[in-house]
């Protein structure tokens, strides 16, 4: 089966201060998802790559996908509080539309 | 706005009783997912279903069972909940478009069995 390993674990930072979170597989992907989490509720769709070296942004967010399709970066820029929860990854299993995930970065921005 | 809901967002549960989670998405997708969240354990697939009355086992299906007898609801069922049972579940669904197969998330259920 399909590993994906997130790292860090767990992030705290002060607002304004930039971060990456990794997410690296054992197998090709296809299909990376980045998705965030507020602490208690349900998980919101921020962005999908496909392509090797693709590269997309949403607002302060950038998520990449390196050339060989194994590891995505998701980087915040200027962090601020609404950016806390739970970052996770999810990337499908060869031809199949089930994701697999990420056990997630806890994020935590300090005003 | 695609909009999924679970029926509960807190549920407290006696060991062996039936519970009954209940997700619906009104986007006319076909596929929908159970999952359950775990502290360390991320998301875990429980079941999911591509079709109205068509249900595949995930990952983890042992003490649960699943009802799709419309498009728009999913049901998971705990036949007889135990404390093990107790975790986060969220309901998902998905529509195939061009490739994408990004899904959108319910609220989540958090239940406790005592």
């Known amino acids: 089966s399909q590993e994906l390993e997130q790292s860090p674990q767990s992030l705290i930072v002060q607002e304004g201060k930039n971060l990456t979170i990794n997410c690296t597989s054992s197998?090709?992907?296809?299909?990376l998802y980045w998705y965030k989490q507020k602490y208690g509720e349900g998980l919101i769709f921020l962005m999908m790559?496909?392509?090797?070296?693709e590269e997309k942004s949403h607002e302060k967010i950038t998520a990449k996908l390196d050339e060989k399709k194994q590891q995505s970066s998701l980087h915040i820029t200027a962090s601020q509080p609404s950016h806390a929860g739970i970052y996770l990854c999810?990337?499908?299993?060869?031809?199949?539309?089930?994701?697999?995930f990420g056990r997630g970065t806890s994020l935590i921005v300090h005003p | 706005d695609v909009k999924v809901t679970q029926s509960s967002r807190y549920l407290v549960k006696r060991t062996g009783e039936k519970v009954f989670l209940e997700c619906v998405q009104d986007?006319?997708?076909?596929?929908m997912f159970w999952y359950r969240q775990d502290p360390g354990l991320g998301l875990r697939l429980i079941y999911f279903?591509?079709?109205?009355?068509?249900?595949e086992k995930g990952d983890i299906p042992e003490g649960y069972s699943v009802s799709r007898e419309k498009k728009e609801r999913f049901s998971l069922i705990l036949e007889s909940a135990s404390t093990n049972q107790t975790s986060m579940y969220l309901c998902?669904?998905?529509?195939?478009?061009?490739?994408?197969?990004?899904?959108?998330f319910g609220p989540g259920t958090r239940l406790t069995v005592t």
């Open positions: 998902a669904s998905s529509v195939p478009t061009s490739g994408h197969h990004e899904q959108y």
């Open positions: 197998k090709t992907l296809y299909g």
């Open positions: 790559l496909q392509k090797g070296g």
């Open positions: 999810g990337a499908r299993k060869g031809g199949s539309y089930i994701p697999t």
């Open positions: 986007m006319d997708h076909e596929n």
């Open positions: 279903s591509y079709d109205v009355k068509m249900k």
